[in-house]
C-alpha cells in the first residue's frame, strides 16, 4: 500500500507537471495540426489528474505538498523552455518521457491488485493506454527530424526503442498486447 500511495502522489503531481508543460508545447508550436494535438493531450493529462485524484481520496490521502511544489516548478520550466531549444527537442523529449509513463500506470495497476482496489483496474490501463497514444504522437513528429537518429542513439529512445513493453505495431493496429517477459504485471491486455 505504501509504494502504491506514493506511486499515486507521484503521478498526480506529475500529471500536472505535464499539463504545465503541453500548454507551454502548445504555445510554442506554429503548426495548427500540433498546437491541437498537444491542447488534447494537456487535456487528458487533466483527466488523468482528476482519476488520481479520486484514488487518492479512496485511500483517504492527500497529495504530498513536497511532490506538488517540485513537480510545479519542473512544469512550469519545461513550458517555458519550449520557447527557447526549437522544434525537435520538445518533441523528443515528450516522447521518451511519456514513453516512461506508461511503466508507472503498468506498475500502479499491479500494486492496484495487491491492494484490492479492483475497481480502479480498468480506469489505470486505460491511463496506460492513453500515455501509449501520447508516445506513438510524439514519435511520430520527430521521427522524419535530421537530429533523430542521433538522439535516439545518445538518449535510448527512439524508432524501436520504447521503454515500456506496449508494443507498437499491434497498438497502432488498434490491438494493444501485453508482451510477456520481464516486466512485472505486463501479462494481460490493456485495452480491447
Ligand atoms: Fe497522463
Ligand atoms: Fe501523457
Known sequence: ??????????????????????????????????KAALMRIEKEEWTHREH???????????????LEMKYFC??????????????????????RLESGNVN?????????????MHEEIECIREMARVEKTHE????????????????????????GRSFNALGYETFVMGEVKRETGEKKGMKEKVAK
Open 1 to 34: 500500500m505504501r509504494e502504491l500511495l506514493h506511486l499515486v502522489r507521484l503521478a498526480y503531481s506529475a500529471e500536472r507537471a505535464a499539463a504545465f508543460a503541453y500548454q507551454g508545447h502548445a504555445a510554442s508550436v506554429a503548426d495548427p495540426m500540433e
Open 104 to 116: 508507472e500506470y503498468v506498475r500502479m495497476e499491479t500494486l492496484a491488485r495487491e491492494a484490492g
Open 136 to 159: 506513438i504522437f510524439f514519435l511520430e513528429r520527430a521521427q522524419g527530424h535530421w537530429a533523430m537518429r542521433v538522439f535516439e542513439k545518445v538518449f535510448a529512445w527512439g524508432r
Open 74 to 95: 519542473i512544469g512550469k520550466g519545461i513550458g517555458l523552455s519550449c520557447h527557447l531549444i526549437g522544434w525537435f527537442m520538445p518533441m523528443y523529449f515528450a516522447g
Open 52 to 66: 488520481l485524484a479520486r484514488m487518492l481520496a479512496k485511500m483517504t490521502a492527500k497529495p504530498s505538498p513536497y
